[in-house]
């Protein structure tokens, strides 16, 4: 079976018509280099923006307000604490008198 497809291409590629490459091809292609700046000065600021631009980082805009979203969210989904600050300074001052002293 494969010899069959083997001698299908074969026949394929042989009928194909091969089109010769004209005469000034190499020419065209040392002038269209020349052509075309091989170093490039490039600044910090342009560096980064490029970079940016290839790895396809979001708009700052967007990253801050998918954050706010998510903090709001997680923020309504807490339990509240019920208890205030003055309790608990309250908690740590009787933890500190011992049980005999007492207040004078």
Partial sequence: MSDHRDEKL???????RVEAARLDLATRISLK????PQIQNISLWQSLRQLFSE????KPGYVLASALVLGMVMGFNTTP????????????TQSMIPGDEGFL
Wanted: charged share 15%; proline share 4%; aromatic share 4%.
């Fill in 33 to 36: 280099a020349q052509t075309v």
């Fill in 81 to 92: 604490d019920n208890s205030t600050i003055q309790d608990a300074n309250y908690t740590t």
């Fill in 55 to 58: 790895l396809h980082l979001p």
């Fill in 10 to 16: 074969e026949s394929l590629l042989h009928s194909r």
